[in-house]
């Protein structure tokens, strides 16, 4: 997903997770609310810098505001109008069950109760790439090989593999008969240039990191997830706006801003 930031009349291009293409503008003044509540958890109490999202049913654009040091949250009536949303939250070890709410033309009310994620697994599926090349081991040159990846798809794709060392050495000769612009989705290939060769030395030093810090020989991951933290004061003083792209093979590139601001696909 990619984004546009509105910051004192500046386009600043960026890029996020995802399918779809977002943009945020920094909150000025309050304005009347729609929807409004606090969130809380357990373990934390009120939360601050939780992403809350609402998406009207029917439509491919999401509203997303962040709450406060109180846990407090609030979408502006400009950014919502009445009818039935499903809500979701973005904050790395917590949950939310499946939640929706009618907004009527008043202000209503929902406050939103979290559950801390216990497993580990679940919890490594809600980190981004740069939370998990903060939490694997290695050297800054096996990292640096490992970011390599995300040119075509996530890291969680090479640390829930079972591919064992061996496995993983044809798995890495293979990736590079791939081009730069490949995705699971769409494989492309460079056109064969004869028989393929076998691993390189270095393509079978890099799979046996690679199968130290998989799940090739456990059912969980051996070292500790580390996650950044949630926006704070003023970060938290935000809307985003995402909106589905028409493809789930779309990419970022396949969208382009005016000097206006407006998106074209």
């Known amino acids: ?38 969130v809380v958890s357990q373990a934390e109490g009120a939360m601050e810098g939780v992403l809350i999202g609402a998406k009207r049913e029917g439509s ?27 809500i979701s939250i973005r904050a790395v070890g917590y949950e939310l069950p499946g939640t929706s709410v009618d907004v009527a033309a008043q202000p209503t009310p929902l406050d939103l109760r979290l559950n801390k994620v216990t497993s580990t697994s679940k919890l490594a599926l809600q980190l981004s790439d740069g939370e998990l090349l903060m939490s694997v081991p290695g050297t800054p040159g096996q990292k640096l090989l490992l970011g390599g990846c995300v ?59 690679l199968s130290a810090i998989n799940m090739s020989s456990a059912d969980t991951f051996e070292f500790s997830l580390k996650t950044l933290p949630r926006p704070k004061g003023k970060a938290t003083q935000v809307i985003y706006t995402t909106y589905d792209l028409p493809r789930p093979d779309a990419a970022p590139h396949d969208e382009v801003f005016d000097a206006q601001g407006n998106v074209w696909y």
Request: glycine share 8%; net charge positive; aromatic share 10%.
């Open 1 to 38: 997903m990619s984004r546009v930031m509105f910051l004192g009349g500046t386009l600043v291009g960026t890029a996020l997770l995802g399918m779809a293409f977002a943009g945020f503008v920094m909150a000025q003044t309050p304005s009347p609310s729609a929807l409004t509540g606090k």
């Open 60 to 86: 491919t654009i999401t509203t997303w505001v962040v709450s406060n040091a109180q846990g407090q949250y609030s979408f502006p009536r400009n950014r919502m109008e009445p009818g039935k949303y499903a």
């Open 151 to 209: 040119n075509c798809h996530t890291l969680q794709r090479v640390l829930f593999s079972r591919y064992n060392a061996d496995e993983m050495a044809q798995v890495l000769q293979r990736m590079t008969t791939h081009t730069n612009n490949s995705s699971p989705m769409h494989p492309w290939t460079h056109p064969s240039e004869g028989p393929a060769r076998p691993p390189t030395v270095g393509q079978i030093a890099f799979a046996k990191y």
